[in-house]
Nanobody, 115 residues
């Protein structure tokens, strides 16, 4: 059974930091391209960052310089370090794993940026 379990979300003040984790099981993690998406109610889910199985990363423009995606294949875990958080970063953050025609999603973790 495939599971992607996100953790690390919460309430943080503007300018603060959070580190999200996505623990994967039931897949050969090192084969998968991993990604973080986010979604606010009433809007489409948007891609935040991706990391290939080779470690190549890409981040959407609005988070470049603030967010960093990474992975630890030995731990079957992906991370998103989020610094200098802004209110517009408030969203549910989802972990995604993709390989060939296979795509899996986590249940999401909520990030709220506000005072």
């Amino acid at each position: 059974q495939v599971q992607l379990v996100e953790s690390g979300g919460g309430l943080v003040q503007p300018g603060g930091s959070l580190r999200l984790s996505c623990a994967a099981s039931g897949i050969t993690f090192q084969l998968y391209t991993m990604a973080w998406y986010r979604q606010v109610p009433g809007k489409q889910r948007e891609l935040v960052a991706t990391i290939t199985r080779g470690g190549t990363t890409d981040h959407r423009d609005s988070v470049k310089g603030r967010f960093t995606i990474s992975r630890d294949n030995a731990k079957n875990t992906m991370y998103l370090q989020m610094n200098n958080l802004k209110p517009e970063d408030t969203a549910a953050y989802y972990c995604n794993a993709q390989w060939s025609s296979l795509t899996y999603w986590g249940q999401g973790t909520q990030v709220i940026v506000g005072s």
